[in-house]
């Protein structure tokens, strides 16, 4: 089996750690921070609110392409950390981390993303040729959410 993609990233936020870790694991806020033209829309989610084992079910359009998701809190250590993963969707493995740490003067959030794609040398090819830049384009498009929320971190 190929080993998986790996995406990090960090971000600092102005904003104390308890306010920034509600925002971001609230399912209602994933599409603020989803790139618009995915079309991301939640179909349902329980429980609600979210805690470890809640299962969020997703429509969303990948140039063009209709999708439907299902993801899992697979770790819930509020005001911390969360991970979710994908039980059914396009990915052959979809494990997201989300961190976040109190620093002076705001919160330092964390990504760790690792993903595989399906159909072996052609889910490569689809990495290098789109999936990778997508990946990347909506870590972009939550950058830019958390600065329009919380505002940029000072001298960046």
């Known amino acids: 089996m190929a080993e998986p993609f790996i995406v990090r990233a960090e971000q600092r936020i102005p904003c104390p ?3 920034v870790f509600e925002y971001f694991s609230r399912a209602e806020n994933l599409g603020r921070i989803t790139p618009p033209w995915l079309r991301f829309r939640i179909r349902s989610m329980h429980p609600d609110p979210v805690v470890e084992g809640t299962l969020i079910r997703y429509n969303l359009r990948w ?7 299902t ?3 697979e770790v819930w250590d509020r005001p911390h ?6 039980l059914h969707g396009p990915f052959a493995l979809w494990h ?6 109190a620093i002076p003067g705001g919160t330092l959030m964390r990504d760790e993303l690792r993903y595989r ?10 990495q290098r040729l789109l999936i990778g830049s997508d990946v990347e384009s909506g870590f972009a ?3 830019q959410a958390a600065e329009r929320i919380f505002g940029s971190w000072p001298g960046v």
């Open 71 to 73: 993801t899992r809190i």
């Open 81 to 86: 950390r969360f991970v979710d993963i994908q």
């Open 117 to 126: 794609l399906p159909l072996g040398g052609l889910g490569r090819l689809a």
């Open 63 to 69: 140039h063009g392409v209709p999708f439907r998701w």
């Open 96 to 101: 997201h981390e989300h961190c976040f740490e």
């Open 141 to 143: 498009c939550r950058r």
């Open 17 to 19: 750690l308890n306010e």
